[in-house]
């Protein structure tokens, strides 16, 4: 249903320096399924959706919806889009209910079919109590709901939303995820970008991770995870270990049949990370420490989770990832970018 | 919440194309009631732009309200005078304002959520600022005519009030499109504001708005028979002072005289150069 091919895309100016956005992206959305764009903030998944939705022009590759080349085309694949941006500006002096009209109009929507539409939107988004008040003061939640059901007005049957649910309160987050859910049922394709793990592991049917601009990773969560193989360990032999005897462990297990890829985790006590084949692998793990006289202070077992998916693709943690990139990015400049 | 059921499903992906015309009214109708929204639930714009010319009126005429009669040419008071002066000022700076709204949807992104839905056509969201500013301005130049009449500085009739408008509206036009361009050319509100100030108060000085060209040494004098403002300025004078042919001679400029006609040429000219100047720069920034 979407359709990116060979995606590349450059920012840059005369003044600053140049950033590769995207470099080589595909990305493939099956007609029908509610998809996640995961990754780190600053990976060019808002920049994939802009292009997506006809807001950006990609340097090269190919962009179709539902067949409908959207470069050739942008009008068409405007009426076919819903997109719900990730930095809502609304017109703080208008109502909710008139900037649904507005948009309406903007769709030519007839006034009958419009303030059906909106009725029933307000009443799906529970938006009743608060969509006559000025839209100066509604808070996160209400205007992301908001924008959704703006998104939703000309029924389009694909709806991209660009972090639908950053920063948002817990009944929002789940009103939404329970419409995104609904529309997916109900046959509409859903495309989602998130830095939420627990978001796109909770709602996506297929995941693309995503990093420096290309995707990395493409699948079911289960296939994805499954693909890891073996189960996570974390060990510790003492509360807080220090570096050599950490070493000494390490360098024990690794002799122990089953166990792969050791790993010390300096922050956090010196505890060791590991992947295990099977789950016999632990009580002989436990076997050999007593006899080297160490005993287990704690052992905590997980199946992979998308996060190791990420670490095994890039080497570091999504949580480390937008560490790293959260200095970097300069917010006003990116306005800027966007800024027509 | 309790959610209800989704209502509906999604839309066929073919959909017949209704007709442009209907689309384009459609869209730049919506548009323009955004903007009168907007001035109805904050008229502060509405009331200082009305306010500051009545300051003018008021003060200038009270300040010169003692010079020798027959100073001005074609004599009467110099209120009378003032009056065609204030009202072209009050025209000019509302339509100066124009692009101000289009730079604020432009920096607060809310310009991109035009643009993500499928307009037939972009220039309605030109259309529509030049729809509001248009009647804004007339609006506010009506509140100062009404005043000036009160304060017994006349009143244009029939024709003549005809021939205010069409230098109103053709003044507006030229102003709107210069502001609009300048709203996409410049980085942002700052600027833009920037512009407005520097541009506002030395193009009223720089006209026969305050002062005819006989007061004026030669080289304000040139200044002020090239500046835009006084090819509306004069025709409304004219009007204001009643009788008037097209072919009268209003302005007696250094590079020769001109006439009612003359002035509305140019007024033409200019609007319709400047909207073809800024299409380019409107196509580049609304694809």
């Given at each position: 249903m979407i359709e990116l091919q060979s995606i590349s895309k450059r920012f840059g100016s005369r003044k600053g320096p140049v950033v590769r956005a995207l470099s080589q992206l595909n990305l493939s959305v099956p007609r029908g399924s509610l998809y996640g764009l995961l990754g780190p903030n600053g990976a060019g998944k808002t920049t994939s959706l802009r292009i997506l939705a006809t807001l950006l022009a990609p340097d090269s590759g190919t962009v179709r919806v539902a067949g409908v080349d959207a470069l050739a085309f942008p009008r068409r694949v405007r009426r076919l889009l819903g997109y719900v941006a990730q930095d809502v500006a609304i017109d703080k002096i208008l109502t909710g209910r008139e900037l649904l009209a507005l948009q309406s109009a903007l769709?030519?929507?007839?006034?009958?079919?419009?303030?059906?539409?909106?009725?029933?939107?307000?009443?799906?988004?529970?938006?009743?109590?608060?969509?006559?008040?000025?839209?100066?003061?509604?808070?996160?939640?209400?205007?992301?709901?908001?924008?959704?059901?703006?998104?939703?007005?000309?029924?389009?049957?694909?709806?991209?939303?660009?972090?639908?649910?950053?920063?948002?309160?817990?009944?929002?987050?789940?009103?939404?995820?329970?419409?995104?859910?609904?529309?997916?049922?109900?046959?509409?394709?859903?495309?989602?970008s998130s830095h939420y793990l627990e978001e796109v592991e909770a709602l996506a049917d297929r995941l693309a991770i995503i990093d420096a601009g290309r995707v990395i990773a493409e699948g079911t969560p289960t296939e994805l995870k499954s693909a890891l193989g073996g189960d996570r360990v974390t060990l510790r032999v003492r509360e807080f270990s220090d570096a050599v005897e950490a070493a000494r462990v390490e360098a024990l297990l690794q002799r122990c049949p089953g166990v792969r890829e050791v790993v010390i985790n300096s922050a956090q006590g010196h505890s060791l990370n590991l992947v295990i084949e099977h789950d016999g692998v632990i009580p002989q793990m436990r076997g050999m420490l007593a006899d080297a006289g160490l005993q287990v202070f704690a052992l905590a077992q997980s199946r992979p989770s998308l996060d190791d998916v990420y670490l095994q693709a890039t080497g570091r943690t999504l949580m480390d990832a937008e560490l790293s990139v959260a200095g970097q990015r300069d917010a006003k400049a990116e306005r800027k970018q966007q800024m027509r | 919440m309790t959610p209800a059921s989704l209502p509906f499903s999604p839309m066929p992906v073919e959909m017949p194309e209704p007709s442009a015309f209907a689309e384009i009214s459609q869209e730049t109708l919506a548009l323009t009631r955004r903007l009168f929204l907007q001035l109805a639930r904050r008229p502060s714009t509405l009331v200082a732009g009305v306010l500051q010319p009545l300051i003018w009126l008021v003060l200038f005429g009270a300040l010169f309200a003692n010079a020798p009669s027959g100073l001005l040419p074609g004599g009467g008071s110099y209120g009378r005078f003032l009056g065609a002066g204030v009202i072209v000022f009050t025209a000019f700076s509302a339509a100066l304002n124009a692009g101000l709204p289009v730079m604020f949807d432009r920096e607060f992104g809310f310009l991109n959520r035009?643009?993500?839905?499928?307009?037939?056509?972009?220039?309605?969201?030109?259309?529509?600022?030049?729809?509001?500013?248009?009647?804004?301005?007339?609006?506010?130049?009506?509140?100062?005519?009404?005043?000036?009449a009160l304060l017994g500085y006349g009143w244009p009739g029939g024709a003549g009030l005809l021939l205010v408008l069409v230098c109103l509206l053709l003044l507006v036009f030229a102003v709107t499109a210069l502001s609009l361009g300048l709203a996409f050319a410049l980085p942002g509100h700052i600027e833009l504001i920037a512009v407005i100030f520097v541009t506002n108060l030395p193009l009223l000085f720089a006209s026969t708005a305050l002062a005819p060209l006989a007061f004026m040494p030669a080289w304000l004098g040139w200044l002020a028979a090239v500046n835009p403002l006084t090819f509306a300025i004069e025709p409304i004078r004219a009007a204001y002072r009643g009788d008037f042919t097209l072919n009268q001679v209003v302005l007696q400029a250094p590079y020769g005289d001109l006439s009612i006609a003359g002035c509305l040429t140019i007024l033409v000219v200019l609007a319709v150069v400047l909207f073809l100047a800024i299409r380019p720069l409107l196509d580049r920034k609304l694809t």
């Open positions: 769709h030519h929507l007839p006034a009958g079919v419009a303030v059906e539409r909106i009725s029933s939107l307000i009443e799906l988004l529970g938006m009743a109590d608060w969509i006559d008040r000025r839209s100066g003061s509604y808070s996160g939640g209400m205007r992301r709901r908001l924008d959704l059901a703006a998104g939703l007005l000309h029924r389009p049957p694909v709806l991209v939303l660009d972090e639908p649910t950053v920063g948002l309160d817990i009944e929002s987050r789940s009103a939404i995820w329970q419409v995104l859910r609904q529309l997916r049922d109900q046959g509409t394709t859903v495309l989602l | 035009l643009l993500v839905a499928p307009l037939r056509s972009r220039s309605s969201i030109v259309l529509a600022s030049v729809i509001y500013i248009t009647s804004l301005s007339l609006v506010q130049c009506m509140a100062i005519m009404a005043t000036a």
